[in-house]
C-alpha cells in the first residue's frame, strides 16, 4: 500500500471511529429533546386545561345563581359561554393525549350541559321553582366533575414522573454507551495510529540511521531497509542504496587518484629539492646573499609540498586499507619523553611553556606503533598547539588512567577554536581559522584515523583546564591493541 493511501486510509477510520460515538449521542440528545420539549408541552396544556375547567365550573355554578334568580338574556349567554369554555378545555385535555383519563369528566359535562339546558327552558317557561329545584340537582354532577379534574390531574402527574424517569434511564443509558463507544473508538485510533506510524517511522529511522552514516564519511548502504517495499519508502531506500553504491566508487576513485597522484608528485618535488641543495653548495657557483633567500623559499616551500605529498598518501592508505602498523609495547614514559624532546627546542625558541606531566595511576605502558602514534597523532597536536600559542603562553600534556586504557590530554592557552568549526576540525581538507596555516587540513584527520586504527578515540574538548584559554584535545587509546580473531581455514 501506498504510504499516501496508507495516511488517508489511517485518517477515514479514525475519523470513523470517534464519528460513532458522536452519532450515537446525538440520536440519545434527540430522544431527551423530545421528552424534555414534546412531553413538557403536553403536560403543561394538560396542567392548563385543568386550572381552565376548575374556573369554567365555578363560573358556571356561579351564572346559574344568578340566572335562576333574575333571568336576564346577558346572563344566560354567559351560561353558555361558560359551558363553551368547558368544553373547549376539555378538548384540549384530549389533544395532551388524557383522553382516557378524562373520559369521566367527558360524561359529567354532558350531564352538566343537558341539565343546564333543561334549566334554560324552565326559565324561559317561567316556572322559576322548577327551574330552582333543576339547578339543585346540578350540585352533585358539578363535584363529580371536580373529582374527576383530580383524577386527570393524578394522570398527569403519573405520566410526568414516568416520562422523567425514562429521561434519566436514557440519560444514564446514554453516557455509558457513549463513553465506552469513546474508550474503544480512541483504543482503535491509538492502535491504527501506532500501526501507521511504526510502519512510517521504523523505515524512516533506520534512513535517518543511513543518512548520518553518510554524512560522517560511511558510503556503505545498511542491509536492514526495506528495498521490498513497493511504496515510496521502498523506493526511497533503493535510491538511497543506489546513491551510496555510486558514492562509494566515487569515493574509491579519489583515494586511487589521491594515491596515484601523491605518489607521481614525489618524483618532481624530490628533484626539486635535489636541485636546490646542490645550488646551496655552490656546486655550481657562488650564490648571492638574494640567491641563497630565493634558494631559502624554494627550499622552504619544497618540504611543505613533500609533508603535503606525505599525508596525502597518509589518507590515501588509510582510506583502502592499506596502512600497516607496527605495533609495540612502549613505557608511557619513553612515549611521551620522545615527544617533549621533539618540541622542547622550537617551544624554547617561541618563548612558550611546554610541560608533561603523567598522573600515578596512569598505565605503565601502550601498545602502539610509536612512530606513527608520537609523530602523526601526539606531534601533530603539540605542533599545532605551539603554532597558535603566543609566546608566554603555555603547552600542557597530560596522560591519565581512564578504564582499561590511558587518556592523554594536549592542551594549550592560544586563541582556541570557535564554536562553528569545533564540529568540522576532523574532517579531511576542512580548515577553520586557527587551523588555515596548516595547509591542507589533513594533520587531524589524520590522526583521528590513526587513533580509531589503534581502538581509540580523539576528541576536542569543551573547555581547557585550569583556564587555559585555549583549545584542549583528548586522545584515549587501550593499552593492549584488540586481538584481530583468525580467519576460519577453508
Not at 552514516?213 to 521490498?228: F, M, N, R, W
Not at 606531566?357 to 606513527?372: F, G, N, R, S, T
Not at 590511558?406 to 577553520?432: C, N
Amino acid at each position: 500500500m501506498r504510504v499516501r493511501n496508507r495516511l488517508v486510509l489511517t485518517f477515514v477510520m479514525v475519523g470513523a471511529l470517534l464519528a460513532v460515538p458522536s452519532f450515537f449521542a446525538a440520536a440519545r440528545l434527540g430522544d431527551l429533546r423530545d421528552l424534555a420539549v414534546g412531553k413538557r408541552a403536553s403536560h403543561a396544556e394538560a396542567a392548563l386545561a385543568l386550572g381552565g375547567i376548575e374556573v369554567g365550573l365555578a363560573k358556571l355554578d356561579r351564572d346559574l345563581r344568578s340566572y335562576v334568580a333574575s333571568p336576564d338574556s346577558s346572563v344566560r349567554r354567559s351560561v353558555f359561554t361558560s359551558l363553551a369554555n368547558l368544553r373547549t378545555e376539555a378538548d384540549r385535555i384530549g389533544r395532551a393525549g388524557y383522553g382516557s383519563a378524562g373520559g369521566a369528566l367527558e360524561v359529567e359535562l354532558e350531564g352538566l350541559q343537558a341539565t343546564t339546558q333543561r334549566i334554560d327552558s324552565l326559565v324561559q317557561e317561567g316556572a322559576l321553582s322548577a327551574a330552582t329545584d333543576t339547578f339543585f340537582t346540578l350540585q352533585p354532577g358539578i363535584l363529580q366533575a371536580r373529582d374527576g379534574l383530580e383524577a386527570i390531574a393524578t394522570a398527569v402527574d403519573a405520566r410526568a414522573l414516568a416520562d422523567f424517569e425514562r429521561a434519566e434511564q436514557i440519560s444514564t443509558a446514554a453516557r455509558a454507551t457513549t463513553l465506552l463507544a469513546v474508550i474503544l473508538g480512541l483504543g482503535l485510533a491509538v492502535v491504527l495510529t501506532t500501526w501507521t506510524t511504526r510502519a512510517l517511522w521504523s523505515p524512516l529511522e533506520r534512513l535517518r540511521r543511513g543518512l548520518s552514516q553518510v554524512s560522517h564519511g560511511d558510503y556503505s548502504a545498511p542491509v536492514d531497509l526495506p528495498y521490498e517495499r513497493k511504496d515510496e519508502i521502498g523506493e526511497l531506500s533503493t535510491s538511497f542504496r543506489t546513491m551510496a553504491q555510486r558514492l562509494t566508487e566515487l569515493d574509491r576513485m579519489k583515494s586511487e587518484f589521491v594515491g596515484v597522484a601523491s605518489h607521481e608528485m614525489k618524483t618532481p618535488i624530490n628533484v626539486i629539492r635535489g636541485y636546490t641543495e646542490l645550488i646551496e653548495e655552490e656546486l655550481a657557483g657562488e650564490l648571492t646573499a638574494n640567491q641563497r633567500d630565493i634558494l631559502d623559499g624554494i627550499a622552504e616551500q619544497t618540504r611543505s609540498m613533500t609533508r603535503m605529498v606525505s599525508r596525502l598518501m597518509d589518507i590515501s592508505r588509510l582510506e583502502t586499507g592499506d596502512y600497516v602498523m607496527e605495533l609495540e609495547v612502549v613505557l608511557l614514559q619513553d612515549l611521551l619523553l620522545g615527544l617533549m624532546r621533539g618540541f622542547e627546542v622550537l617551544a624554547v625558541e617561541q618563548g612558550i611553556k611546554l610541560t608533561c606531566e603523567i598522573e600515578p595511576e596512569a598505565p605503565a605502558d601502550v601498545e602502539v606503533d610509536v612512530d606513527l602514534f608520537r609523530g602523526e597523532v601526539l606531534g601533530n597536536l603539540v605542533s599545532n598547539a605551539l603554532r597558535f600559542t603566543p609566546s608566554g603562553g603555555e603547552v600542557r600534556v597530560r596522560a591519565r588512567a581512564e578504564g582499561d586504557g590511558v587518556l592523554i590530554e594536549v592542551a594549550d592557552s592560544g586563541s582556541g577554536i570557535d564554536a562553528d568549526h569545533q564540529a568540522f576540525v576532523f574532517d579531511k581538507y576542512y580548515q577553520a581559522e586557527r587551523s588555515r596555516a596548516m595547509g591542507s587540513g589533513l594533520g587531524l584527520a589524520i590522526a583521528r584515523e590513526l587513533v580509531e586504527a589503534h581502538g581509540g578515540w580523539i576528541r576536542l574538548g569543551d573547555s581547557t583546564p585550569e583556564g587555559l584559554g585555549g583549545a584542549v584535545f583528548h586522545v584515549w587509546i587501550p593499552t593492549r591493541a584488540a586481538e584481530e580473531e583468525p580467519e576460519p581455514q577453508p
